[in-house]
């Protein structure tokens, strides 16, 4: 019998569960308390016939004597079929709609395995967002993970929205200096909320339902008042869920997990239960693996159609990205989307701090064939104009404006420009990669002509007059 | 082999009971899939081991069976071009077995068992040999010639020697060592991964290790045999220095070890490196490359020996007497390794958690590196058998950029030259984003006399001009921030803007673009006197009386700024802007005309 009322102690969302056999670690556990809770939980640490078992859904309710334990021989699973599609599950993968249960072509272990990196193909599909900040300077390519790096009160919600509503893959181009057409292709949405609020998740079904996408979304739901170690489960969910879109039925999916903080914030509090020695401000020392095997599982693989684009959200903690949380996250993903909080009180949306951003899959992903030959210029082009543009600023604040060189008051108005016409834009406007490129060249003319060393001389022959138009 | 038993189960650390003839370091298989795993502590009975693959669904009672011998890698003909995971496996094979993923439990050897190589003897029955003498070659492929070494401990009378095709555990000759005891040599050996490989004698390393890279090659050069450290936030630019270094430098085996970083990362090398033609062979750059790829979602304990898995392999091709390059990109997640498995031993931690023996187990590893005298008989007439070195480069993830952090304290005290990633550069899109100001080399006098014999005789001076030009600025820019560019002579204003020149167009270097990715020495050469020759001929025109204005829009600056895309071939082009530079930086007020005639030259 693998049934056990042996719980010793319990501690935060922790229960140590003695004398048993034959416990496996990972183990997959059924809790039932005195007062008729149940949780599901799995194993952390098997130590002779000592079982240290997580409480998915916390201990509230248990006691040392009466609680039940069911050891169930297999992992945390998630029953797949294309029929999750238009689901919304809770964040351990159950039905929370109301709707049938799923019946499982297969159930996969929600902690999936590695790619092979020989079996990854290099993500290197221009993915158009419609939004110049992204597609101009940082853009996303399929397969690629990145994340917005944000802070409370901040429009990353709508931001992530716009991004799943407008994404589309251009077709290849003949042409090195004009970029194909949008491409139709089954595409699916993936949504993890960890501890968001119900306002804000609310506002996702939303969007989805209204852009009649709910019919291609799977949502997976923890919200702030749901158990908070569940959410150590959820993100595995909606990837495990991902996979089998991606590479069975071959889909490209985008997948938006928010607020991967809270889903740390969780794994601390796991940690902190089984007093590990921390690392940085108490998160555990294993937390840039753990996240690791979150995020590694966007991307491509050979031979298989489909792909897996992940766009998790995370809150900064006092805006600050030198936190554990943005700091590992930023050294595990292919860049980062980082919003702005003066750019937000100007008034500007997106709120994209364009310089600290970075695409790191952006040279495979934009060129001639896939975008235009000239993007990666302007593009380099932008950024050293920019950058300029805002230290000529700062020095104008302490000498004043008048004291600036000619050279220098060119690069400020060129970033009050920049800011106000390429970087802004509305939350439905959405921009060709032709009108973002035509935007950046109208910007760039301002400049003297000897500024535009990132530039190669043919493109600005080529494109110079009749992109910005003078 | 004795067989133990799983009493706990923690993560990547396994306890077992019942392997009281294993030694420390043994490897042992774990489980009804026979994980690999490496014994890292014994209390009396209890080993505990680390695992090198998932350890879901082991539990107590589970066996264990020892195997007797350390964790080791097979080194051979076939390692080039091969792609292997921190304990060697090959990944290409797995995936052919396996499937896309990784599943746990499935495993082959390092090198083909199948696969015949031709063996050419390069010694007759007869010969006496010692460790490290080598005994024949194998064209490996058409860029190295793997040269298959007695192993290290073994000497005495080679009995019988073959050409042919063989296969790596064939045997291709016979020694009788002078026990009179006969042994069968194989072009494959075996050796642990956590001992060095022995060599005669280290010696001083002062060749330089040209990198195509200007700001290193330049300002912060890096020797073969040398140790350089890359520290930086993440997106600074690490990687993509990395693997610069792994394309351009003029190393004969390149070994890049991808240890707890991205998986697309390791597949950019594996598409790339393919159609890359390395510029000294004329080859792809493939063929004298070795990957290790233990991406950050492989298993933690793989990670860890993936370093040493890693510097075992380039030791071995600096026995043969070549220059290895290798590279760990990044090592903060092999001591983040370290730290998770320590702390699942329950070890006293040091400073943020890292075991106490973070720095010891560093230096350790970054004194494998070097230029030694290889082992082997000396050749009549000659000192040595031969040299081979091994310059390690490895990167370094500081959390927040924190350059106080353990992992980077700990590495700048063993290694000779630093080069600082700098968030703020990055975001300027600067790169490589290498901070001029406290980057270091002390390898800078070393190498002079080679730059004096084979690039120019002034170069050493050159770039020492170009560097106190560049912390001349950063005093003067903070003058100015206080009080404006006004404030400034003449002369200091002609210095600002040739420092910004030597930013711009010289250290400036777009690692995608294919027309700036490498430079040569002398191309790094020409462009930096051209930009210094601008320098002085502002100064004597402005002593002669031309004005800031016409200097600074002096219509050649422009040529100056797209110098650094010139072809190899069109290193004609520097006289041609030399003498744009002489006739259009004349004193005196100069009519306008004479401006616009000079730039229409072009
Ligand atoms: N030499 C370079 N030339 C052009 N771009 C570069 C260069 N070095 C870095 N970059 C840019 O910076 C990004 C981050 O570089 P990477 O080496 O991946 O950073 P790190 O390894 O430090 O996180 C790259 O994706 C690329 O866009
Ligand atoms: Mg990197």
Known sequence: MREYRTTRDIVGPLLLIEKVVDVTYGELVELEYPDGTRSLGNVLEIDGDVALVQAFEGTRGSNPKDTKATFLGRSLELGVSRDILGRVFDGLGRPADGGPEIIPDERRSIYGAPINPVARDFPDDFIQTGVSAIDGLNPLVRGQKLPIFSGSGLPHNELAAQIARQSAVLARSGA??????????????????????????????????????????????NLA????????????????????????CDMHVLVILTDMTYYCEALREVSAARKEVPGRRGYPGYLYTDLATIYE??????????????????????????????????????????LDRNLHRRGVYPPIAVLPSLSRLKQKGIGPGKTREDHADVSNQLFGAYASGIQAKELAVILGEAALSDTDKAFVAFADAFEDQFIRQGTHEERSVAETLALGWKLVAQLPRTELKRIRDEYVAKYMSSEAGD | MEQGHIIKVAGPLVVARGLVESKMYDLVRVGEDGLMGEIIEMRGDRASIQVYEETDGLGPGDPVVATGAPLSVELGPGMLEAVYDGVQRPLDVLERQAGSFLSRGISAPGLDREKRWTFVPSVEPGTRVSGGDIIGVVQENVVVEHRILVPPALSGVIESITGGDFTVRDTVATLVDDEGGVHDLAMMQVWPVRVPRPYKKKVSADEPLTTGTRVIDTFFPIVKGGVACIPGPFGAGKTVTQHQIAKWSDAEVVVFIGCGERGNEMTDVLMEFPELVDPYSGEPLMKRTVLVANTSNMPVAAREASVYTGITMAEYFRDMGYNVVLQADSTSRWAEAMREISGRLEEMPGDEGFPAYLGTRLAAFYERAGKVECLGSVPAGASVARTGSISVIGSVSPPGGDLSEPVVQNTLRVVKVFWALQDQLAYQRHFPAIDWLTSYSLYVDKVTPHWAADVSKDFRARRDEAMSILQRENELAEIVRLVGLEALSPEEQILMETAKSI????????????????????????????????????????????????????????????AKYLAPDQMAEYDSIASDIETQLVGGARPEAAVASAGGER
């Open chain 1, 225 to 248: 008042d749901d158990p908070a170690v569940e959410r150590i489960a959820t993100p595995r969910m909606a990837l495990t869920a991902a996979e089998y879109l991606a590479y069975t």
């Open chain 1, 297 to 338: 599982r966007a991307g491509r693989v050979k031979g298989r159609a489909g792909s897996i684009t992940q766009v998790p959200i995370l809150s900064m903690p006092d805006d600050d990205k030198t936190h554990p949380i943005p700091d590992l996250t930023g050294y595990i993903t292919e860049g980062q989307i980082i």
């Open chain 2, 503 to 562: 930013r711009e167009d010289f250290l400036q270097q777009n690692a995608f673009r294919d027309d700036d990715q490498f430079s040569s020495l002398a191309e790094q050469d020409r462009l930096l006197s051209t930009i210094l020759l601008f320098h002085a001929k502002a100064l004597e025109a402005h002593a002669a009386g031309a004005s800031l204005a016409d200097i600074f829009a002096a219509p050649v600056r422009e040529r100056i700024a797209r």
């Open chain 1, 176 to 221: 090195a200096d004009q970029a194909g057409e949008k491409l139709e292709g089954e595409f699916a949405v993936v949504f993890a909320a960890m501890g968001i609020t119900f306002e804000d998740a609310d506002f996702f079904t939303n969007e989805f339902r209204t852009t009649a996408a709910i019919e291609r979304t799977v949502l997976f739901l």
